[in-house]
T-cell receptor
């Protein structure tokens, strides 16, 4: 049971390049999330998904697109990278449990630098 | 705007001492509360959920004060391994799966346990 995995772990992009970050979870979780973490800013939600085939915007969605074609995978795309997107990106997932507290499980993160 | 406020620290504490952190949140509709721990350059991991009646897990005690909109974390007999950043996390979604808002993270309190 690998939990939540992210690919790649590190990446350096030039301004204007595109890339896709892959998140995979083997826990059969319904919900998946993409966050970014910047120094002094804490974790901020980019996009999330409540199930296969559905996505929604979070707090900071501009410049990113996502897709959830399979329940276990959640992809984050940068179509035209900008230096402001230099950050650490975390994927997370959790069960859908109505009326109860829950735990989000995080992947190890992807460190992206845009020059 | 939802906000979660924490003292960023660092808190420098001698080994064996007791240390307490507070966190305030602005959204009175918040439903679920958590403390996450994040080690340097690692992903956040759930330390404990915070229940209305307060809860304890070994050396860790969490309290919730809904009237004053703050939560606290108490660490007794601190260990060197407790050195980390502690994230206060609040969910305002009535669907505890995260729903429309996901989780709102504080920026974290940095704790350093000194030998």
């Amino acid at each position: 049971n690998a939990g939540v995995t992210q690919t790649p772990k590190f990446r350096v992009l030039k301004t204007g390049q595109s890339m896709t970050l892959l998140c995979a979870q083997d826990m059969n979780h319904e919900y998946m999330y993409w966050y970014r973490q910047d120094p002094g800013m804490g974790l901020r939600l980019i996009h999330y998904s409540v199930g296969e085939g559905t996505t929604a915007k979070g707090e900071v969605p501009d410049g990113y697109n996502v897709s959830r074609l399979k329940k276990q995978n959640f992809l984050l795309g940068l179509e035209s990278a900008a230096p402001s997107q230099t950050s650490v990106y975390f994927c997370a997932s959790n069960y859908r449990i109505a009326g109860s507290s829950y735990e989000q499980y995080f992947g190890p993160g992807t460190r992206l630098t845009v020059t | 705007r939802k906000e979660v406020e924490q003292d960023p620290g660092p808190f420098n504490v001698p080994e064996g001492a007791t240390v307490a952190f507070n966190c305030t949140y602005s959204n009175s509709a918040s439903q679920s509360f958590f403390w996450y721990r994040q080690d340097c350059r690692k992903e956040p991991k759930l330390l404990m959920s915070v229940y209305s009646s307060g809860n304890e897990d070994g050396r860790f005690t969490a309290q919730l004060n809904r009237a004053s909109q703050y939560i606290s974390l108490l660490i007794r007999d601190s260990k060197l391994s407790d050195s980390a950043t502690y994230l206060c996390v609040v969910s305002s979604s009535v669907d505890s799966g995260g729903g429309a808002d996901g989780l709102t993270f504080g920026k974290g309190t940095h704790l350093i346990i000194q030998p």
